[in-house]
Nanobody, 123 residues
Framework: QVQLVESGGGLVQAGGSLRLSCTASGRTFSSYAMGWFRQAPGKEREFVTGISWSEDITYYADSVKGRFTISRDNAKNTVYLQMNSLKPDDTAVYYC????????????????WGQGTQVTVSA
């Protein structure tokens, strides 16, 4: 069982930056692939980025490539999402998720989810 808690969301102006954190409970965090998803009001849940347990594989949605960076610190049981050059379209609730081995875009392959953190980007 893995419990995930996101933090770092907030209100930021367009062009600004935020760093989200997701801290996991349990001793086996390093064996899980991690992902970030987001959901805006009235829209489907959307894959943002994923990272393998060994950090050697990362995936990004086209909409965030070059602006967002995922990283993880297995010693701290934490995965990060650095978001730069934020746009109003990035406004959403951001969720982190854990998977036994999958770090891609299919949400149903992730077994554990956090409660989400709100990111609002003003124009």
């Amino acid at each position: 069982q893995v419990q995930l808690v996101e933090s770092g969301g907030g209100l930021v102006q367009a062009g600004g930056s935020l760093r989200l954190s997701c801290t996991a409970s349990g001793r086996t965090f390093s064996s899980y692939a991690m992902g970030w998803f987001r959901q805006a009001p009235g829209k489907e849940r959307e894959f943002v980025t994923g990272i393998s347990w060994s950090e050697d594989i990362t995936y990004y949605a086209d909409s965030v490539k070059g602006r967002f960076t995922i990283s993880r610190d297995n010693a701290k049981n934490t995965v990060y999402l650095q978001m730069n050059s934020l746009k109003p379209d990035d406004t959403a609730v951001y969720y982190c998720a854990a998977s036994s081995g999958y770090s891609g875009s299919l949400y149903y392959k992730y077994e554990y989810w956090g409660q989400g953190t709100q990111v609002t980007v003003s124009a």
